[in-house]
């Protein structure tokens, strides 16, 4: 039994709460209007316990309706705002980003680890024709992201027998790699290089590389990265001229996190 399977199971734990916050999941940029069926397919729930949990968020107003599709409505952006308005380290590296990003023309972000997935947690945009829509909050599959390697390159063994136990592998494009030995190769050679490239395996046409803020503890914090256009950038031009600005750029911020933590101490 996993540590999830087991707490779902303690008297503490509220199911309607976690069904509710499924519900709200189910919303993306790919399915931002939907019905109660979709949904209930979506979370897996039965279709009476979507109806109540929409029923309740539409009331609350994080939920809107119209010609029996509902979506969400910007109240829902308070749940995230709570958590961005309150983390320092959020604030330290979305300004870090914000340098790079000028620096170089490109788009940049930073990624936590949540449930098998990165997280973007702070981004600066360029004004590219990049093909991803990446925003805050938004979720992509650890095992095939250069983020995602990064954090996972810090997991012990028994931990990523555990990851790659507990989480699916899809391809997300002609070029993810989904097989399980090649994939503890490459998170080992994160774990030795220090960083991560990742060669098209999100969306066909973009690659990006990505290295570690560590926190004063010494434990990785986030993943930060630099997003490019294959047309416009190659993996050499990458690894050669964006790799060490990458590099300077996170040792920055490592840095002034381990100020920070020593002042709150």
Known sequence: ???????????????????????????????????????????????????????????????????????????????????????????????????????????????????????????????????????????????????GRVLLSEFDEQRLDAYFRDYPREKLSPATVIDEHELRERIAEVREQGWSLNNQEVDLGARSVAAPVIGADGRYVSAVNISVSTSRVSAEQLREEYLPLLLESTRMISADLSLLSRRQN
Do not use: W
């Open 1 to 147: 039994m996993t540590d999830i399977q087991s707490d779902r199971r303690s008297r503490e734990f509220i199911q309607s709460l976690d069904r509710g916050l499924a519900v709200i999941r189910a919303f993306s940029n790919e399915h931002d209007l939907l019905s109660l069926a979709d949904v209930a397919k979506i979370t897996s729930l039965s279709r009476a316990s979507v109806r109540r949990a929409l029923l309740t968020l539409e009331t609350l107003g994080y939920v809107g309706s119209r010609q029996n599709r509902f979506y969400l409505r910007p109240r829902v952006l308070d749940l995230g705002y709570a958590f961005l308005s309150s983390s320092s380290s959020v604030d330290i590296t979305q300004d870090h980003l914000r340098r790079l990003s000028a620096r170089i023309g490109e788009s940049v972000s930073a990624c936590e680890y949540d449930d098998g997935d990165v997280v973007y947690v702070a981004r600066a945009a360029a004004e590219t024709i990049m093909p991803i829509r990446l925003g805050i909050g938004r979720r992509l599959p650890a095992f095939c992201t250069s983020t």
